[in-house]
């Protein structure tokens, strides 16, 4: 069983930097397919990023540049760094991890999940 946690979330003004971490329990981060999605109110749940068992991403358009997706397998957490942020960027931040969606950004082919942490960028 895959159990994940995240943290690291706050509130930042835009311009900043954040980064929140999902600590994964039960297996290694790295033997998995991970990704970060995000929420915001009224909205669908969008993949930020994705990583695959090798250490290569893909990011949506909207983060490229701007994020950095990574694992760390001593201590088998997933790290999602937020640069340059914007308020668009203002969303509940998600882990999720498959055994086959490697570099996938589609939420619905994942099958384990985090509680989320909240982002907040203010202007």
């Known amino acids: 069983q895959v159990q994940l946690v995240e943290s690291g979330g706050g509130s930042v003004q835009a311009g900043g930097s954040l980064r929140v971490s999902c600590a994964v329990f039960?297996?290694?981060?790295?033997?998995?397919?991970m990704g970060w999605f995000r929420q915001a109110p009224g909205k669908e749940r969008e993949g930020v990023a994705a990583?695959?068992?090798?250490?290569?991403?893909s990011y949506a358009d909207s983060v490229k540049g701007r994020f950095t997706i990574s694992t760390d397998n001593t201590l088998s957490s997933l790290t999602l760094q937020m640069n340059s942020l914007k308020p668009e960027d203002t969303a509940i931040y998600l882990c999720?991890?498959?055994?086959?969606?490697?570099?996938?950004?589609?939420?619905?082919?994942?099958?384990?999940w985090g509680q989320g942490t909240q982002v907040t960028v203010s202007s």
């Open positions: 999720a991890a498959d055994w086959l969606a490697c570099g996938s950004r589609r939420a619905d082919e994942y099958r384990y």
């Open positions: 990583i695959r068992r090798d250490g290569s991403a």
């Open positions: 039960g297996y290694t981060a790295s033997s998995l397919c």
